[in-house]
């Protein structure tokens, strides 16, 4: 299954500048999502972080990994057309290298567990196939 922008629109309430999944490629529910963010060198963080050298920030990328993670949840555990508020709740990050303008960051996936309205998810982040930061992060839903 491919998800476009608007499709994540109905699923996350991130808007610009904060929506950071430009589209998904892979979704098989409760195996695997890899989502696409195209870093632009128009992003808006980059006016700051850092304007002679631009680099993505981390919370950033995390932020990605978060709301890709938000769309398998939503498919994994059936849960179209509810309205959900999503409550960071663990994360564990490393990061290996700088996302910079231009690149594309391809985010994948997997569950550790899921609960009911929980779940940990193990996400990896790739610019082509360079790993530039991995983390693992647990979450909550509340239904609105």
């Known amino acids: 299954m491919q998800l476009d922008i608007l499709e994540i629109q109905k699923i996350i309430p991130h808007r610009f500048p904060f929506l950071l999944i430009d589209k998904v ?9 890899v989502a ?13 972080h850092f304007p002679e ?12 990994m978060a709301q890709a993670g938000c769309i398998y949840f939503y498919y994994s555990k059936n849960l179209q ?20 303008p231009g690149d594309q960051l391809r985010i994948e996936i997997t ?10 998810i193990d996400t990896k982040a790739y610019v082509k196939d360079k790993l530039v930061a991995e983390a693992e992060i647990g979450f909550g839903i509340k239904e609105v």
Not at 54 to 60: E, I, N, S
């Open 36 to 48: 696409i963010k195209n870093v632009s060198v128009n992003e808006h963080f980059f006016v700051g």
């Open 53 to 64: 050298e631009k680099v993505m920030p981390g919370v950033l990328i995390i932020e990605a």
């Open 111 to 120: 569950t550790v567990k899921l609960l009911p309205k929980a779940g940990f």
């Open 25 to 33: 490629v892979e979704l098989e529910p409760n195996q695997k999502l």
């Open 81 to 100: 057309g509810k309205k959900l508020i999503y409550y960071l709740a663990k994360t564990t990050a490393k990061f290996i290298a700088p996302v910079v």
